[in-house]
């Protein structure tokens, strides 16, 4: 009878192997905190830009992460003012949506808004919790006209696994 427990898990253990192996955790910034830890699957691009931000795309080109953080004097109350220079939008606001959201338990807002890249016109959502006394974090998606439903469930599970690792 004990046998069988053990046939279980280990069956249960290999089943989950392929899930495990598909994917790659990043760390960002790697030896700073506070810091991103994402989830995302082992065929998916990531690179750092110029500015320090990371950047992570499908393989379709049409799911585009973007994790960054922006000092503030007081983040708590920084959010909009964020949100708009970021959205860049003429309108006031220039998001279509705001809900509250977290990350880690770290507070703060999901921005939704049809955005302007290039001659395109893409649905964006951004992320922005205040981390501490001195940190914004944002977690941005774009998602562009291609792409398909399995994409954006895939990308839903990435932004659903964010998480924030904060100073002690």
């Not at 690179?47 to 320090?52: C, E, F, I, K």
């Not at 931000?53 to 992460?65: D, T």
């Given at each position: 009878m004990r046998l069988f427990p053990l046939l279980v898990l280990s069956v249960a253990t290999l089943a989950a192997a392929p899930a495990r192996d598909g994917l790659r955790e990043i760390v960002h910034p790697q030896a700073d905190l506070p810091a991103f830890?994402?989830?995302?699957?082992?065929?998916?691009?990531?690179?750092?830009?110029?500015?320090?931000?990371?950047?992570?795309?499908?393989?379709?080109?049409?799911?585009?992460?973007?994790?960054?953080?922006?000092?503030?004097?007081?983040?708590?109350?920084?959010?909009?003012?964020?949100?708009?220079?970021?959205?860049?939008?003429?309108?006031n606001p220039p998001w279509d949506s705001r809900e509250p959201v977290e990350i880690s338990g770290h507070r703060g807002y999901r921005y939704a808004a049809r955005v302007k890249s290039g001659k395109d016109l893409v649905r964006a959502e951004l992320l922005i919790v205040a981390v501490g006394d001195r940190h914004l974090a944002t977690c941005s998606v774009i998602f562009t006209d291609r792409l398909k439903p399995a994409d954006e469930t895939t990308a839903r599970l990435v932004q659903a696994a964010v998480k924030l690792l904060a100073t002690p």
């Open positions: 830890r994402c989830l995302v699957p082992a065929d998916w691009r990531s690179s750092v830009d110029t500015m320090g931000n990371l950047q992570v795309s499908n393989p379709a080109g049409s799911v585009f992460f973007s994790f960054s953080f922006a000092h503030a004097p007081n983040p708590a109350d920084a959010h909009d003012t964020l949100a708009r220079a970021v959205l860049n939008g003429g309108s």
